[in-house]
């Protein structure tokens, strides 16, 4: 589904990603962690070409990653993103947040689109909130209003960059659970988080960063027996 090969990415003249490669089979569920500035945004933001790459190639669903808008466009549309902040607009209903992507890129009609949103509104709990602005939601509700939005594109894939981080603790494990309930469903995806009881709960892998390389590999149970 998302194949990185020997990607190196550099800021300027600083380095973030060193010959990372990484594989993530269909359905699979990948957590990355690692300290603060190791690279792990940089990694899943080069994923969605969010940033440019200078060496090594990226493969997502079988589109290979160019400068080209049309792979671009074609690789947004299969692989969904969730960022800490929730980059919602502000002067948008939930239910317009939610169907503008859908009209302008799969070019579904209002109705369809405003049907779709509504579906997964529910899925994530919050289909009573269609109507109201995101100022007048919790944290939690948008972000979780962020990941139906995401899931409106029907995409294959789902990255998340600490989609908790921002959030108040009390409001942390509802969008753990919207999560982990997308997980059950076969999602395809990888996660930034210090959640490590979520790693726990849903990780097929553990991946380690630090300092732009991958440096550990391992599925949770050792990861987690390893001190
Ligand atoms: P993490 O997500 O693990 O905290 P990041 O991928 O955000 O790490 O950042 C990795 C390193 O790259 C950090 O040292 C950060 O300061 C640097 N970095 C990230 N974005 C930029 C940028 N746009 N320009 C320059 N340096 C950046
Ligand atoms: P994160 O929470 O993922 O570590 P940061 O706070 O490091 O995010 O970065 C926030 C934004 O600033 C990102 O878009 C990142 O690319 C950019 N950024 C991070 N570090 C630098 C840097 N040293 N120079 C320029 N931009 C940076």
């Not at 302008?104 to 049907?115: H, Q």
């Amino acid at each position: 589904m998302i194949e990185m090969r020997n990607v190196d990415k550099w800021y300027g003249s600083f380095q973030a990603l060193k010959d990372v490669s990484l594989t993530v089979l269909p359905g699979e569920k990948i957590v990355l962690c690692g300290p603060s500035g190791s690279g792990k945004s940089t990694l899943i933001r080069c994923i969605n070409h969010l940033e440019t790459i200078q060496k090594g190639e990226i493969v997502v669903a079988g589109h290979r990653l160019s400068d080209s808008q049309k792979v671009v466009d074609a690789v947004r549309r299969e692989v969904g993103m969730v960022f800490q902040q929730f980059n919602l607009f502000p002067h948008k209903t939930v239910l317009e947040n939610c169907i503008l992507a859908p009209m302008r890129v799969r070019k579904l009609s209002r109705a369809d689109a405003e049907a779709t949103a509504r579906r997964y509104l529910e899925r994530v709990r919050i289909g009573n909130q269609a109507e109201k602005y995101p100022a007048q939601l919790s944290g939690g509700q948008q972000q979780r209003v962020a990941i139906a939005r995401a899931l409106c594109m029907e995409p294959k894939a789902m990255l998340f960059d600490e989609p908790t981080s921002a959030l108040d603790p009390e409001m942390v494990k509802e969008v753990l659970d919207t999560m982990v309930s997308l997980a059950r469903d076969g999602m395809t995806m990888i996660c930034v988080t210090h959640e490590m009881g979520f790693a726990r709960q849903v990780a097929d892998r553990v991946i380690f960063m630090s300092d732009g390389e991958i440096i550990e590999e391992n599925d949770p149970e050792r990861f987690f027996s390893n001190p």
